[in-house]
């Protein structure tokens, strides 16, 4: 099973940035493509960014595109998270997850999820 470690949430005001970077365990790592995920206080797990197993096919929530990037390293088997000028309804806890699929955005499809880390946008 893969495992996935987040890191990289914390405090931050309105307008600023953060870098949120998931390494996953195992050598197959771009068979899979990855996601992350934000869930908020009273609100459902949605997606905020995909990113297929080699890199070339991207997908952004409209709340988020031109502000967040995603990225990968295959060598590094790490995926990021650019998040770039903040704003308090970003915050949330962000998931990471892995999925055997060549590309998609259904959470349905993924199949492994890291524990979460912690975004707060203060105003």
């Known amino acids: 099973q893969v495992q996935l470690v987040e890191s990289g949430g914390g405090l931050v005001q309105t307008g600023g940035s953060l870098r949120l970077s998931c390494t996953a365990s195992g050598r197959t790592f771009n068979s899979y493509a990855m996601g992350w995920f934000r869930q908020a206080p009273g609100k459902e797990r949605d997606i905020v960014a995909g990113?297929?197993?080699?890199?070339?096919?991207?997908y952004y929530a409209d709340s988020v595109k031109g502000r967040f990037t995603i990225s990968r390293d295959n060598a590094k088997n790490t995926v990021y998270l650019q998040m770039n000028s903040l704003k308090p309804e970003n915050t949330a806890v962000y998931y990471c997850?892995?999925?055997?699929?060549?590309?998609?955005?259904?959470?349905?499809?993924?199949?492994?999820w890291g524990q979460g880390t912690q975004v707060t946008v203060s105003p």
């Open positions: 997850a892995a999925s055997s699929s060549y590309y998609t955005t259904s959470p349905d499809e993924y199949d492994y």
């Open positions: 990113i297929s197993g080699a890199g070339g096919r991207m």
